[in-house]
Structure formats: structure tokens, C-alpha cells
């Protein structure tokens, strides 16, 4: 689901990880499950970080929500029930990454009208029903394009700022995966000295109970 380039970490449950002092004073008021998925998180991105021969990075949270990654990666975070995953690259190689993942069970009543565009629930509301939660992984592919945008703009993106359309790549014995694509309907400047953000093009799976997407502009 990502290109060459991009190192990936992923666990279903929580590590005994060690926090830096300063990780550890961030997390240190939050409640234990949080706790650990921060301490798992990060051990899987230290990991990753080494694959790229960086070592002992610290990772704390920055004032815009993600991670202050060292200054020459980018990087992305996700955690939920049974899945913590972590992606880094090198920022010479790598423009952006977004993951997220979530349970793949239908979205909770209500929530799918404030979380998408007209288009994207008309197109939702034509598919057939194949079993598969079309509005949980429009969710999922949106929460992915916040992380990879907020750090190359600096800027917010709502859920009506951006539209998903999904391609089917192909179904397996529990899931399925594909493509999509996150046209961005605001300006789409970026602070990063880049060009424009016009679109993000993510990869997304489904599969044991779980969907996972991913972003990563090379
Ligand atoms: C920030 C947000 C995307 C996180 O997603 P989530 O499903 O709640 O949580 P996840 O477990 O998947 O991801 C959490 C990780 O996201 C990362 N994150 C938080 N804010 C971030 C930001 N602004 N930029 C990049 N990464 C961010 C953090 O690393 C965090 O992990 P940590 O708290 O252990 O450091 C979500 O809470 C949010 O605010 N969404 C609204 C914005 C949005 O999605 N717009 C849609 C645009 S189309």
C-alpha cells in the first residue's frame, strides 16, 4: 500500500515501550489505554525511523496535533481497536504521508452526513450492498488526507473540503482493497515550498475486521 521509500510498522495490541522523558511528561496525565497506544505508536516508529538509519528520535505531539518528526522526515500515526500503525520517510524522498485506520463496522447513526459531500453520499447511496462499509472507509480515507495535508499547509481541512471516490481493486476471502482519490475543493496552497495540493491519490484495505488507508506523495 505504499511505495518504495516509505517504511511501514503496524501491531494488533499494545508493547511495554519505553517513552523519552519528555514523551513520557506529555502522556503522563492521560488514562492507561492511552497511554499505551501512544508508548506503542511511537516504539513502532522508532522502528521504522531505525530501518532509515535514525536512531532515538524523540516524538512528541506538536501544537498542530501530529508529531514533531525530525526535521528531515515526514511521518503518520494511527491507533484504534486492534491496530496501531506507524510510516516514515525521508522528506528528500517523501513530500507527505497520511494512514489512519478504523473498525470496519458501519459509521454510528448520523455521522455520515456531517462528514461528506453531497456527491460522495450519492455515489454511497447507488452501490449495492456487497458487504462492505463504503461509509467507514470514506471516513477512513478522509481522516488520512487531514494527515497528510495539515503538515505540508499548516491549515485545516474539513470534511466538506475535501471529496473521496473509491476504486475496487479486488476482493479477497475477508475483504477487499483499491484506490482512491481526495480531490481538495479549497485552496490548496502549501508551506512547504511544493506546488499546489489538487488531489491526493491513497491506497485503502479491508481486511480481518479492519480497514486501514494510505496516503504518501513522492
Ligand atoms: C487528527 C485526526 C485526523 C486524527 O484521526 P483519528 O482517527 O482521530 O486518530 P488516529 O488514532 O487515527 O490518529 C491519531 C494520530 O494522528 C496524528 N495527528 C493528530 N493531528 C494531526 C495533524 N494535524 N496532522 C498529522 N497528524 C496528526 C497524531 O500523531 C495522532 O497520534 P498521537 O496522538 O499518538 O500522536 C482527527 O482526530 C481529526 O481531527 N479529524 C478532523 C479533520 C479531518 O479529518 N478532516 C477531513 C479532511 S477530508
Known amino acids: 500500500m505504499l511505495p518504495r521509500g516509505v517504511v511501514a510498522r503496524e501491531a494488533h495490541g499494545d508493547v511495554e515501550a519505553p517513552l523519552h522523558p519528555r514523551e513520557a511528561a506529555q502522556i503522563a496525565k492521560a488514562v492507561p489505554k492511552r497511554r499505551a497506544e501512544y508508548a506503542t505508536v511511537r516504539h513502532l516508529a522508532r522502528e521504522a525511523l531505525g530501518e532509515l538509519g535514525i536512531g532515538d528520535a524523540v516524538l512528541v ?9 525530525p526535521r528531515n522526515v515526514v511521518g503518520a500515526l494511527t491507533h484504534c481497536d486492534g491496530y496501531r500503525g506507524a510510516v516514515v520517510g525521508y522528506r528528500m ?6 494512514i489512519d485506520a478504523e473498525p470496519h463496522l458501519p459509521l454510528p447513526d448520523k455521522v455520515l452526513p456531517t462528514v461528506s459531500v453531497e456527491s460522495e453520499r450519492d455515489v454511497l447511496a447507488g452501490r449495492p450492498d456487497d458487504g462492505l462499509h463504503w461509509d467507514r472507509l470514506l471516513f477512513c480515507a478522509k481522516e488520512a488526507t487531514y494527515k497528510a495535508w495539515n503538515p505540508i499547509t499548516g491549515r485545516w481541512l474539513g470534511f466538506e473540503d475535501a471529496e473521496i471516490t473509491f476504486d475496487l481493486a479486488g476482493r479477497t476471502d475477508d475483504g477487499a482493497e483499491g484506490t482512491f482519490r481526495s480531490r481538495i475543493l479549497i485552496d490548496g496552497r502549501a508551506a512547504d ?3 499546489p495540493i489538487a488531489a491526493f491519490d491513497g491506497h485503502w484495505r479491508i481486511t480481518d475486521g479492519l480497514i486501514v488507508t494510505s496516503i504518501a506523495v513522492v
Not at 501544537?63 to 514533531?68: F, K, P, Y
Not at 524522498?93 to 497520511?98: E, Q
Open 93 to 98: 524522498g517523501v513530500r507527505t504521508v497520511g
Open 61 to 69: 505531539k506538536g501544537e498542530g496535533g501530529g508529531v514533531d518528526w
Open 193 to 195: 515550498g511544493g506546488a
